[in-house]
């Protein structure tokens, strides 16, 4: 294929995996499947290999984000970004229309749309393309997220149809339910604090400094307000409609009102509705339509005249609390939840609230018997928001956080700057003993087939096993003895224990559960330090140099191969032949030019991407890192590299260097 041919493919692949993107994500009816679109999208990338003068930056292919650390810079609003008075009631949303129709007498309508309860963001399109995505900010200046909102597929890089030449879009970035359910799961499963709601998620995911990882949570978005200059209308629900056709994903649930009656209705079915949606929302806009007559309105000192939002509440109930229960997590994370009088809260019983932890307990000084109110705010599960001190029984009993494990009776810790107490009797405690069982056994672990919790718990129970390297030394016997286990099944267990033995080292790292170390820590651990020899022995300095391993995880990793008892385990599981290393076959053209070398590579290169001059280090016996140091031996520097990354090589006086110059250094 020579170079005209593949623009010509290109072009066209581009123009159908955008298609596809926006069938997808932003009308939800894919027109082929994932396969097929994979295949485009492989041959897409292909292509822009073999032809780099090719690629472009609006690309399909650029969505993936990339793993250079951004440093937010500011930028001031065009417009400025203001947020909305908020109302509580019907007769406040009765008064803002009173209030409006005093300062006109034209006949005009309101828009009602819901309001999405994520982060905001604005997006400016000139000629057709995403130039810049900022946050609100303080209104006034917000940070440049342009490399993360890329990633977000639902927001279109390149336009379609007939768009003004230059324009800014208003929208709100959220984490649907689901995603943010699968995201709190996977956090707690390395022991970080899950997110309390979708909203914090979605801000927290969207000022990562790590655009790849950006890619991976699943953000979406809904655009509401088109700005600009010659806009192709006046009205704002008919510049929504045009902005669907250019390509960008709007609520299908936004209506026109003519009368506040009609407002009310659209309130009363959304307080409903809006359950059953699969994004949080926490209100309902509601803004008058013309444009011109906005603009004639303007706006207070904090917010504009012509809008108003209304906020549904959240349902609250009244209820006595019973008792504290704690729970003790896979890491020895102590939860305490409040067991309430069971009551009816959004339609389902509530029994339980979660306090959080000690703080939460603290502040609300909490007594048992106490009559409480629970709220179902952005939150999943209820929480204790206030307590009827008009109801406290004067010899009621004050909840105080418990100083010992309640299963296995060690003395609670906690952690600077935490706020969970901890049972550090990692060894010994039941629930962290079965977490931590239950953790290695799982599909992304070991993946033991035919061992489920409820085994886990029986083996448990019975003494078989009290660590994974137990798992290892159970017998046919052991099994079949258990109630309910057939030969069968107990076949199939040990045929799949067996079958582990050949688990790559990333995935044995990641099954032994030590807290931070999860499965992208694991993988660039292995690669990084290739035995668990060498992660054993590391020092803080040397398990830092491996890219993305901050303090944090390192001293994690230093703590836990501290413990004789994790060391005697991991003998024991060396002697079963688990993969304890990374098997490197001979590779062709491997040299040692490079050996000892410690290599950073940043910005975007004409011949190779990043990922193929790490591997071209690694190969020649070099090392990457990711961070600058007097240790560094190069900067290989590439296009668009950070200038703070320049500038610290040039203090360190740290030789920069283009990628011809490191290839002639292994020549
Ligand atoms: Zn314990």
């Known amino acids: 294929m020579n170079q005209q041919e593949a623009a010509l493919r290109i072009a066209y692949l581009c123009e159908e995996l955008d298609r596809h993107n926006y069938k997808y ?15 485009l999208m492989n041959e897409l990338i292909a292509l822009e290999q073999s032809f780099p003068d090719l690629l472009h930056e609006t690309s399909p292919t650029q969505r993936v984000g990339n793993d250079i650390n951004q440093d937010f810079k500011q930028v001031a609003h065009k417009y400025q970004m203001l947020s909305l008075s908020n109302t509580y009631t019907e007769e406040e949303v009765a008064d803002f229309d009173q209030r409006i129709r005093k300062l006109t007498d034209e006949n005009f309508e309101y828009v009602c749309e819901l309001k999405f309860d994520g982060t905001s963001i604005s997006l400016t399109y000139e000629n057709g393309k995403l130039v810049r995505a900022v946050t609100r900010g303080d209104g006034e200046k917000g940070d440049d997220v342009t490399a993360n909102v890329k990633t977000i597929k639902s927001i279109p890089l390149r336009l379609h149809g007939d768009y003004p030449k230059e324009f ?6 959220v984490l649907p339910f689901s995603v943010f359910e699968n995201l709190n799961r996977e956090r707690e499963e390395i022991g970080e604090q899950p997110f309390a709601n979708p909203r914090n998620a979605a801000s927290g995911t969207l000022k990562l400094q790590n655009s790849s990882i950006v890619a991976t949570r699943k953000l979406d978005a809904y655009l509401y307000h088109v700005l600009g200059n010659n806009l192709p209308e006046d009205g704002h629900y008919a510049l929504l409609q045009h902005a669907a056709t250019w390509g960008f994903k709007t609520s299908e649930h936004t209506r026109k009102c003519k009368s506040i009656e009609e407002i009310f209705d659209f309130l009363k079915e959304w307080n409903v509705r809006r359950k059953d949606l699969p994004v949080a929302t926490d209100g309902v806009v509601i803004k008058i339509d013309s444009i011109n007559l906005q603009q004639e309105l303007g706006f207070t000192a904090k917010s504009p005249r012509w809008a ?54 603290a502040n609300l000084d909490l007594h048992l018997g106490d009559t409480v109110f629970i709220e179902k705010g952005g939150e999943i599960i209820p929480k204790i928001i ?26 609670l810790i906690k952690q600077e700057g935490e706020s969970a107490f901890y049972c550090p009797n990692e060894t010994g405690c039941p629930p962290q003993l079965k977490g931590k069982l239950e953790h290695f056994i799982g599909r992304k672990s070991m993946d033991i087939d035919g061992l489920g919790s409820e085994t886990i718990d029986l083996l448990f129970q019975n003494g078989l096993v009290q660590n994974v390297a137990d798992l290892y030394d159970l017998s046919f016997n052991d099994l079949t003895n258990l109630d309910r286990m057939g030969e069968k099944s107990a076949n199939r267990i040990l045929e799949s224990l067996e079958t582990s033995r050949s688990v790559p080292f990333e995935r044995v790292l990641f099954s032994l559960g030590i807290r931070f170390v999860g499965e992208t820590v694991a993988k660039k651990l292995a690669r990084g330090l290739k035995s668990i020899v060498k992660i054993s022995s590391a020092s803080l300095e040397e398990l830092i140099a491996v890219d993305e391993i901050g303090t944090k995880i390192a001293e994690s990793i230093l703590n836990w ?3 004789l008892k994790n060391q005697n385990l991991i003998e024991r599981l060396k002697a079963q032949h688990l993969n304890f290393e990374i098997i490197e076959q001979f590779k062709e053209g491997q040299t040692e030019k490079l050996a000892g070398l ?3 590579v940043s910005g975007t290169f004409e011949k190779f991407s990043r990922e193929e001059l790490k591997n071209f280090i690694e190969l020649h016996g070099g090392k990457n890192v990711s961070s600058i140091s007097t240790k560094t031996d190069y900067l290989i520097a590439g296009e668009n590299i950070g200038p703070s990354k320049l500038e610290k090589a040039e203090k360190l006086k740290i030789p920069i260097i283009s990628e011809d110059q490191l290839i002639q250094l292994t020549e």
Do not use: W
Request: aromatic letters at 8%; hydrophobic letters at 35%.
């Open 386 to 411: 206030r307590v009827d001190l008009s109801e406290r029984h004067p010899m009621s009993e004050k909840v105080d956080f418990i100083t010992h494990c309640p299963e296995c009776n060690t003395e």
């Open 308 to 361: 108003i939002a209304y906020k549904f509440k959240a349902e609250q109930e009244r209820t006595i609390l019973h008792a504290v229960s704690y729970q003790v997590g896979r890491t020895g994370a102590v939860t305490p939840v409040a067991n309430l009088e069971p009551v009816l809260l959004s339609g389902t019983v509530v029994r339980r609230a979660t306090l959080h932890n000690s703080d939460v307990i």
């Open 168 to 173: 800014e879009i208003r929208g709100e970035i």
């Open 561 to 563: 191969f501290k413990e």
């Open 25 to 39: 994500y932003s009308l939800n009816q894919p027109e082929i499947d994932d396969y097929t679109f994979d295949q």
């Open 598 to 600: 410690s290599i950073i």
